[in-house]
């Protein structure tokens, strides 16, 4: 069964801290891997996509990371600002199917 | 605005009551996915339509659910004699064809509250 796994379930940080969530999938075959921030109340906005052959991706202060051969990705969010405040959710394609496997969300809450 | 829309963002009803909800996608999209999402859980997958053709649908789609895309372009979700565990966040999202990328932009969602 296709499975995506996000820890930790939550993060509290302080303003201007650094963070990384992980995610652990047994999708297969995989065919992309993507973050999604979603805010409170509002539909998932997608941050970084990454096929088999990428490794790392980056989008301002947003790093993923992504080992094909583990099954693994991180996302690492450099110098935190409050607007981060976010449920983050890693999304996985493949298993020769379009529909993504989603997996729960790190709830994220940056602390002034 | 060219993004996903939803209509309505709130609805507030009684069990039993039936309600529809409306999705218009990014226009050159051809495919449509239908979600739920429940508090602190990730997206579940409910229906999903290439152009006007409904070609999947996951077993969380009951009898009561129906879904309709019927010129390819906006999509509507039923439910009928609504229950109070229909109560969710449902996100509609929008995607281009080709299966390498497939990523998904998601509308603001409709939240449902059954009473």
């Known amino acids: 069964k296709n499975q995506v796994e996000q820890s930790p379930q939550s993060l509290i940080i302080l303003e201007g801290k650094n963070c990384t969530l992980q995610?652990?999938?047994?999708?297969?075959?995989?065919?992309?891997l993507r973050w999604y921030k979603q805010d409170t109340g509002r539909g998932p906005v997608s941050l970084t996509i990454?096929?088999?052959?990428?490794n790392t991706k980056s989008n301002g202060r947003y790093t993923a990371t992504l080992d094909a051969d583990t099954k693994q990705s991180s996302l690492h969010i450099t110098a935190s600002q409050l607007s981060d405040s976010a449920s983050y959710i890693c999304?996985?394609?493949?298993?020769?199917?379009?529909?993504?496997?989603f997996g729960r969300g790190t709830s994220l809450i940056v602390h002034p | 605005d060219t993004g996903v829309s939803q209509d309505p963002r709130h609805k507030i009803t009684k069990r039993g009551q039936n309600v529809t909800f409306r999705c218009d996608p990014i226009?050159?999209?051809?495919?449509l996915y239908w979600y739920r999402q429940t508090l602190g859980q990730g997206p579940e997958f409910l229906t999903y339509?290439?152009?006007?053709?409904?070609?999947?649908k996951s077993r969380l789609l009951s009898d009561r659910f129906s879904a309709e895309r019927p010129k390819g372009s906006f999509s509507t979700l039923e439910i009928q004699r609504t229950e109070q565990g229909d109560s969710a966040m449902y996100l509609c999202?929008?995607?281009?064809?080709?299966?390498?990328?497939?990523?998904?932009?998601f509308g603001p969602g409709t939240r449902l509250t059954v009473l």
């Open positions: 999202a929008s995607s281009l064809g080709g299966a390498r990328y497939n990523e998904q932009f």
């Open positions: 995610c652990n999938y047994t999708v297969s075959p995989f065919s992309n």
């Open positions: 990454m096929t088999f052959s990428e």
């Open positions: 999304v996985v394609t493949g298993g020769g199917s379009y529909i993504p496997t």
């Open positions: 226009s050159e999209h051809n495919r």
């Open positions: 339509f290439q152009n006007e053709a409904q070609l999947e």
